[in-house]
């Protein structure tokens, strides 16, 4: 089963538009990863937040985790063409010592020239 | 050093028949783990890999499913007697042991198409 739900499920921006996805998820974490999938095929490790963290950045991504809420939300700033993809959330709740991830449906983003 | 790495790349097969998917981690990582993703939806959880053995087979969605792992290295999904809903993209990660908790390493998936 999906933990994690992303918001909007798709996402259409000119470049150099900001572009922001949500995810909220059900259960307690540990930490929670952003990663992205480009035509279906592998996906690429973007950014991971532990629990214990309200922010973080990389580059033109900035995540944010709110617990209380059960949301986090990915940033990216001046979107350029080659952002375009799908973007999924997964949440890492250790499971007998390995971090079993959970991901969501994803965000399907559309970067235009 | 390489990926992770997947074969086939793409697969098309006859309802009723077994299958064989294939994937070779990243050298050293002794954890690996089978997704499945059907269209436009996000990733489903099979089997995890904690060198040759199983600890988490719980998502593997019948027992025509299954997988093995020899040698704490390449590992095989096999699914038998294949049915129309298996057709999907079969994804294959790896992650070092220790922390418990790090970003898994996926390989570019193989697309299964079940006629």
């Known amino acids: 089963s999906q933990q994690g739900e992303e918001d909007p499920q798709a996402l259409s921006i000119q470049e150099g538009e900001n572009a922001t996805m949500n995810c909220s998820y059900k259960t307690s974490i540990n930490n929670l990863q952003w990663y992205r999938q480009n035509s279906g095929r592998g996906l690429v490790h973007l950014i991971l937040?532990?629990?214990?963290?309200r922010e973080k950045h990389s580059g033109r991504l900035r995540v944010t985790l709110d617990t209380s809420k059960k949301s986090s939300s990915l940033l990216i700033t001046a979107s350029r063409a080659a952002d375009t993809a799908s973007y999924f959330c997964?949440?890492?709740?250790?499971?007998?010592?390995?971090?079993?991830?959970?991901f969501g449906a994803g965000t399907r983003l559309a970067v235009h020239p | 050093g390489a990926g992770v790495s997947q074969s086939p790349s793409n697969k098309v097969t006859e309802k009723g028949k077994d299958v064989e998917l294939r994937c070779d981690p990243i050298s050293g990582h002794t954890a690996l783990y089978w997704y499945r993703q059907s269209l436009g939806q996000g990733l489903e959880f099979l089997i995890y890999f904690q060198g040759n053995s199983a600890p988490d087979k719980s998502g593997l969605p019948s027992d025509r499913f299954s997988a093995e792992r020899t040698g704490g290295s390449v590992s095989t999904l096999t699914i038998q007697r294949t049915q129309q809903e298996d057709s999907a993209v079969y994804l294959c990660?790896?992650?070092?042991?220790?922390?418990?908790?790090?970003?898994?390493?996926f390989g570019p998936g193989t697309r299964l198409t079940v006629l």
């Open positions: 990660a790896s992650s070092p042991v220790a922390p418990a908790w790090r970003e898994q390493f």
């Open positions: 997964a949440t890492d709740a250790i499971t007998g010592g390995y971090n079993k991830l959970i």
């Open positions: 937040i532990r629990s214990n963290e």
